[in-house]
């Protein structure tokens, strides 16, 4: 499987951005999704997970009710919709999958995609 993160940018501090997440060479429709990031100086973090069939999602604590991840298994692809963003949202942004049940723990995600860098000016 194969994963291109794109939507990244500069936003100003309570601004909106959407990212996405393309996957291929698999069967998207039986992959949780998931995003994480990774701030400059920083350890990579969870952000949030999405099910395989949309029923199961999941956030951080530091972005709920800001973010709101969806998926379309027809187009193969993932979202992470971030709104009123922070400065503290700046990062390089990661989407992830692996098979089977949901998880916040990156070590269990098979694979990966290269990062979009999101940068929040206050």
């Known amino acids: 499987v194969q994963l291109q993160a794109s939507g990244g940018g500069l936003a100003q501090a309570g601004g909106s951005l959407r990212l996405s997440c393309a996957a291929s060479g698999g069967t998207f429709s039986s992959l949780s999704m998931s995003w994480f990031r990774r701030a400059p100086g920083k350890e990579r973090e969870f952000v949030s997970v999405?099910?395989?069939?949309?029923?199961?999602?999941d956030y951080a604590d530091s972005v709920k009710g800001r973010f709101t991840i969806s998926r379309d298994n027809a187009k193969n692809m993932a979202y992470l919709q971030m709104n009123s963003l922070k400065p503290e949202d700046t990062a390089v942004y990661y989407c992830?999958?692996?098979?089977?049940?949901?998880?916040?723990?990156?070590?269990?995600?098979?694979?990966w995609g290269q990062g979009t860098l999101v940068t929040v000016s206050s």
């Open positions: 992830a999958a692996k098979r089977g049940v949901v998880s916040m723990r990156d070590w269990f995600y098979d694979y």
């Open positions: 999405i099910s395989w069939s949309g029923g199961t999602i």
